[in-house]
């Protein structure tokens, strides 16, 4: 089966959205949300993650941590960002930046997978 111009022109614009929704929310999520978390735990000495973080890799595990429940893949037992510590430090305006940042990012990784599937065909 071949892909139509539009399937791809299609799938090519989604990826290309999410992809500068990704950039953008990433950068508004670190500057709005996981800074001022991130002072909130330093003042309680919480903070074990912000040591080691250069280009702001960090801020996906905030995003994890901050929208997604507490649950087996999310729960305290995390060695870098302990998701109960920061939930404690959460607003809802953090909770909907840590979802716009964590639904572009994989909704990009996802369709640009699908996207490198359907054109490699």
């Known amino acids: ?29 670190a500057q709005f949300s996981m800074h001022p978390i991130e002072k909130k735990m330093r003042a309680n000495n919480k903070d074990k993650i912000s040591k080691w973080d250069g280009p702001g890799w960090r801020a996906i595990w905030y995003a994890w941590a901050i929208f ?9 037992r995390d060695p870098l960002l302990d998701p109960v510590e920061v939930k404690k430090h959460v607003s809802r305006k953090d909770w909907l930046l840590a979802a716009w940042f964590f639904i572009s990012i994989y909704g990009m990784v996802i369709s640009g997978l699908i996207a490198s599937y359907l054109w490699k065909r």
């Open 1 to 29: 089966m071949t892909d139509s111009p539009i399937e791809s022109f299609w799938l090519g614009d989604l990826f290309l959205i999410l992809l500068v929704s990704t950039i953008l929310s990433w950068l508004v999520f």
């Open 68 to 76: 997604l429940p507490i649950c087996k893949i999310n729960d305290s």
